[in-house]
């Protein structure tokens, strides 16, 4: 499946900030569905995940500012996050996700991901 996430840019500490990923496939509503971010020099991480029967993670990170949700008719899974800070400051992407042994790991190809950048 290809996804594509969009929606970064530029805001304020405080601010808020809508991401959206769009999927290719027809599947989509089959799948699970994660956001990532990647800052350079540091692994991946995952901040949130919902389930294709929509159960929902979030990372501690995250817990309380970001929320998930998805809509199966569009073939998107969107990331509203809230309360920015600087340290949120990374390039934001969508991958489909599985969860093996208690942890959740990806397992699709990484599309481009968006850039989000919060300003003190």
């Known amino acids: 499946v290809q996804l594509q996430a969009s929606g970064g840019g530029l805001v304020q500490a405080g601010g808020s900030l809508r991401l959206s990923c769009a999927a290719s496939s027809d599947r989509f509503s089959s799948y699970a569905m994660g956001w990532y971010r990647r800052v350079p020099g540091k692994q991946n991480e995952l901040l949130a995940t919902?389930?294709?029967?929509?159960?929902?993670y979030y990372a501690d990170s995250v817990k309380g500012r970001f929320i998930i949700s998805r809509d199966n008719a569009k073939r998107t899974v969107d990331l509203q996050m809230n309360s920015l800070k600087p340290d949120d400051t990374a390039v934001y992407y969508c991958n489909t996700v599985e969860y093996i042994d208690g942890t959740y790991y990806y397992s699709g190809s990484w599309g481009p991901g968006t850039q989000l950048t919060v300003s003190s």
């Open positions: 919902i389930s294709d029967g929509e159960g929902i």
